[in-house]
C-alpha cells in the first residue's frame, strides 16, 4: 500500500491549510482511514478519523470545530481541512488505513501508513 500525505506547509497561527491523503494502489476505498500527528518529542496521536463510506467521523477534542476530514471515494482521497490553526498544532501529520470499514481511533488498528507532511504553525 503505497499512501501520500501531502498538503503540509507554515502558516500563521489562525490560518488554514488543507492535507489529503491519496492511495495509489486504492486499498484504501473500504477502508476506515485516519489522520495521526506527531511533535518533536511526543507520541503519534490520532486527529481525526472517517468509516469507509465518510458516514462517520471521529476527532480528537482539541481540534473539534477546527478541522474536519472528508473522503472522495471516486477520487480515492482522503482530506483534512484545518481552520483556526495554532502553535500547538504544529506536528508531522501521518495518514493512515485501518483495518476495518469502522472509523478507529487507535494505532495499533491501523495497518498501513503514509509518509508524513510537516504543518508548522507560528503565532
Known amino acids: 500500500v503505497q499512501l501520500q500525505a501531502s498538503g503540509g506547509g507554515s502558516v500563521q497561527a489562525g490560518g488554514s491549510l488543507r492535507l489529503s491523503c491519496t492511495d495509489s494502489r486504492r486499498t484504501f476505498t473500504n477502508n476506515g482511514v485516519g489522520w495521526f500527528r506527531q511533535a518533536p518529542g511526543k507520541e503519534r496521536e490520532f486527529v481525526a478519523g472517517?468509516?469507509?463510506?465518510?458516514?462517520?467521523?471521529l476527532y480528537k477534542d482539541s481540534v473539534k470545530g477546527r478541522f474536519t476530514i472528508s473522503r472522495d471515494r471516486a477520487k480515492n482521497m482522503v482530506y483534512l481541512q484545518m481552520n483556526s490553526l495554532k502553535s500547538e498544532d504544529t506536528a508531522v501529520y501521518y495518514c493512515?488505513?485501518?483495518?476495518?470499514?469502522?472509523?478507529?481511533?487507535?494505532?495499533?488498528?491501523?495497518?498501513?501508513w503514509g509518509q508524513g507532511t510537516q504543518v508548522t504553525v507560528s503565532s
Open positions: 493512515a488505513s485501518a483495518r476495518t470499514a469502522a472509523v478507529v481511533t487507535q494505532k495499533a488498528s491501523y495497518a498501513y
Open positions: 472517517i468509516n469507509w463510506n465518510g458516514g462517520s467521523t
